[in-house]
């Protein structure tokens, strides 16, 4: 939601334009999660989970497969930014996201 606020507040027009490309490569990363390479650089990982990242409209989409939740495998995005700015490296970052999300899985 800052993401699509910073893309309103900046340009209007564009702002759906850009949502609607977001949410299509969030999207594809649904239906094949091991599409993008590994990201290697993303140290402490819980459970084998894997870094990965994929790019749209300048914008990285960061994200964790599979992180295994009872017995079922997930991605987890965890970050969307502008540009190449590396969220998963601050781990207090990665940890509140995944504790997050871990609420809400069904």
């Known amino acids: 939601m800052e993401l699509l606020d910073y893309v309103q507040a900046q340009s209007p027009r564009n702002a759906n334009l850009v949502a609607a490309r977001i949410d299509k490569e969030v999207g594809r990363i649904a239906?094949?999660?091991?599409?993008?390479?590994?990201?290697?650089?993303?140290?402490?990982?819980?459970?084998?989970?894997?870094a990965r990242k994929s790019t749209v409209t300048g914008y990285t989409v960061r994200y964790l497969y599979p992180l295994v939740v009872q017995g079922k495998r997930h991605v987890v995005i965890v970050s969307i930014r502008r540009g190449n700015r590396k969220a998963l490296e601050d781990q207090a970052y990665l940890l509140r996201w995944l504790e997050e999300r871990a609420r809400h899985v069904p």
């Not at 599409?35 to 990982?45: S, T």
């Open 31 to 50: 239906r094949n999660p091991e599409a993008h390479a590994a990201d290697l650089e993303v140290p402490d990982l819980p459970g084998g989970a894997v």
